[in-house]
């Protein structure tokens, strides 16, 4: 069984408002894409648990509904601290590995819940967080995200926005994250500030959860250029299993089939090398089913890998190496 670390899921926002209707879903069985015991069953060392927040749902203290969500992450891990471990760096991570236990590594999905501040950005570091995208759907103090068009029938395109870079505050977090060894996370981050974090960073980053463009036009996708470069710093992009950024169709809504997420494999390995590659599956954060079902199921990723022709050295760097190697070298 090929170890896996996962460098994105939604579960934790999931668990949160569960609870906030009344529900008691839990990270231990629940009926989400990831739980521990799915986890356990798919083979799981380590997941990156995301405090995922949409600012449009989280009111004027988009920092308060994060810091609610933190207290859902460590409310749920403290109750199966047998069976999980949280991790800030790759030595607690092998650790809890030797002692025969899976590892959480806390995230953030959405750099406005800081409100520009870089003092929130230092009380996330202090709670444990270790990668945070700059931006998610909307503009922030931060930067842009590729734009984001409502249509007047209601539904959303996505353009590219080679414009505009990061803003003066997003330089700083910036300059503040990498100082401080919190990991960069260009996914939603636009073309013009994804630029920017190469101009203006030297070490490794990732882009947690995002395809190849140039197989799936979607805009959240890397360009070939970017995953070049990528590959060049070191850094790793985690194949997303959202069908939106698998095919050929953004609005597709089907199945992500597993032949689909390879053909971007081994797409990213032909441009950046087999070390840009990752796992960033989007588990809990996306509605399209997926061919291997859940988290249980990322054996048979691994398994349609081998039959694909990656070699048994090429799988583990993807499924957990190449993460690893840059988890070591940041955190």
């Known amino acids: 069984m090929v170890k896996v670390i996962d460098m994105h899921c939604d579960t934790i926002a999931e668990l949160y408002l569960d609870h906030e209707k009344g529900g008691k879903a839990s990270i231990k069985d629940s009926s989400l894409s990831v739980s521990l015991d799915k986890m356990k069953k798919g083979g799981y060392g380590l997941q990156n648990f995301a405090l995922f927040t949409n600012l449009k749902g989280a009111g004027d203290q988009p920092f308060l509904y994060c810091l609610k969500l933190a207290d859902t992450f460590f409310t749920e891990m403290e109750a199966h601290k047998d069976e999980i471990g949280i991790v800030r760096n ?11 236990k899976m590892s959480a590594l806390l995230t953030v999905e959405e750099g406005g819940v800081c409100q520009g501040s870089l003092a929130f950005l230092r009380i996330l570091y202090a709670l444990g967080v270790r990668m945070m995208t700059l ?4 503009p922030n103090e931060l930067g842009w995200p ?3 068009v409502e249509k007047e029938d209601g539904s959303v395109s996505y353009q590219e926005d080679r414009e505009h870079g990061l803003t003066e ?4 977090f910036v300059a503040a994250m990498e100082e ?15 630029w920017d974090v190469f101009r203006l960073t030297q070490k490794p980053f990732v882009a947690s959860h995002s395809n190849c463009r140039s197989l799936s036009p979607h805009p959240r996708n890397l360009t070939d250029e970017m995953i070049r470069a990528l590959g060049e710093r070191g850094g790793v992009a985690g194949i997303n299993f959202c069908s939106a950024f698998v095919g050929a ?8 089939r597993m032949e689909e997420l390879i053909r971007h494999m081994l797409h990213m390995k032909n441009i950046g090398g087999i070390g840009v590659v990752g796992l960033g599956s989007d588990f809990d954060g996306i509605s399209n089913p997926v061919e291997m079902g859940d988290a249980s199921g990322m054996q048979r990723l691994a398994d349609a890998m081998k039959k694909a022709g990656f070699t048994s050295g090429e799988i583990e760097a993807v499924f957990y190496g190449n993460v690893l190697r ?6």
């Open 90 to 100: 790759a030595e607690e991570i092998e650790a809890n590995w030797k002692a025969g």
């Open 135 to 138: 931006t998610w759907n909307y």
């Open 146 to 148: 590729n734009l984001r």
């Open 169 to 172: 505050k997003g330089k700083e």
């Open 180 to 194: 401080m060894g919190m990991i960069i996370d260009v996914s939603h981050l636009n073309d013009a500030g994804i």
């Open 249 to 256: 169709d953004p609005d597709r809504e089907s199945e992500t």
């Open 326 to 331: 840059l988890y070591r070298e940041i955190l």
